[in-house]
């Protein structure tokens, strides 16, 4: 499945949506009328390694992460407690491998906020996935509720 067609998912699937391309990484807000200057962040699609994070090594040909904010109980449902927040540069300690492609993993430097990661989902591990942007979205709904009050 190509990053592209996810993008295409999330404009089609969610309300409201803001979406930002920069520096290597697509990031999706919900921000209804853009009353706040992004929005609130539910998911990003990043593409190549960033400066403070390479774990996933996103330079291999084809390969990027499609990373989706989630609720501590549903983090917790998936992996169990979340890890502590890695030092600047570093990756949490999950004993999970941040390179597999096609699987759902903790992120690899926000897994401690209860955000997970898949690189390069097949079309199967995406429709698996497609709940957990659901929530995501939901929850961002919610804070943006609270933050425009």
């Known amino acids: 499945m190509h990053a592209d067609s996810i993008t295409e998912y999330m404009k089609n699937t969610f309300a409201d ?4 391309a920069a ?9 209804p ?3 706040l200057p992004r929005g609130i962040y539910f998911a990003t699609i990043k593409e190549k390694d960033g400066q403070n ?19 501590k109980l549903t983090y917790r449902s998936l992996f169990g407690q ?18 597999s492609l096609d ?8 897994g401690w ?18 709940p957990l942007l659901s929530e995501a979205y939901s929850l961002a709904v919610r804070k943006f509720a609270y933050r425009k009050e």
């Open 33 to 35: 009328n853009r009353k």
């Open 113 to 130: 906020m209860s955000w997970v990661s898949v690189l390069s989902p097949s079309a199967a591990t995406f429709e698996a996935s497609k």
């Open 23 to 31: 520096w290597g990484e697509t990031s999706f807000f919900y921000n």
């Open 103 to 110: 699987q759902l993993i903790p992120h690899p430097v926000y």
């Open 53 to 71: 994070d390479r774990a996933s090594n996103l330079d291999r040909d084809g390969v990027y992460r499609l990373n989706i904010g989630i609720s």
């Open 82 to 99: 979340q890890p502590s927040r890695p030092q600047a540069g570093g990756v949490v300690d999950t004993g999970h491998d941040f390179t």
């Open 17 to 20: 949506i803001h979406i930002v």
